[in-house]
């Protein structure tokens, strides 16, 4: 339904920054919520951040402080940037956009689109 294309993980030192991008193209309906998820082997995607349309920001508990959400309207892009980085935080980083931002991702209320995902390391 929708393209995203993401960019910006890496390998980072705890306590260093990141940032990530996602720019999404090619849909045809409005995109109403877009956010970042992480997964680590063996266990579920979570939401990290998500923000919508209207302005609305949801933020993990684990990274109130450190990490921040922002979207340019006009690009379609979303991004992420992360700094006090700790060992906790290295995980595989997913781009969603859809009609609504998804607590659960495995919700399957509206239609969501995700993105092909971006590693984030952090390690001495």
């Known amino acids: 339904q929708v393209h995203l294309v993401e960019s910006g993980g890496g390998l980072v030192q705890p306590g260093g920054s990141l940032r990530l991008s996602c720019a999404a193209s090619g849909s045809i309906f409005p995109i109403n919520a877009m956010g970042w998820y992480r997964q680590t082997p063996g266990k579920q995607r979570e939401l990290v951040a998500g923000?919508?349309?209207?302005?609305?920001?949801n933020l993990s508990d684990s990274v109130k402080g450190r990490f921040t959400i922002s979207i340019n309207d006009a690009k379609n892009t979303v991004y992420l940037q992360m700094d006090s980085l700790k060992h906790e935080d290295t995980a595989t980083y997913y781009c969603?956009?859809?009609?609504?931002?998804?607590?659960?991702?495995?919700?399957?209320?509206?239609?969501?689109?995700w993105g092909q995902g971006t590693q984030v390391t952090v390690s001495s």
């Open positions: 923000i919508t349309s209207g302005g609305s920001i």
């Open positions: 969603y956009a859809g009609s609504r931002l998804r607590i659960d991702p495995a919700e399957t209320v509206g239609w969501g689109s």
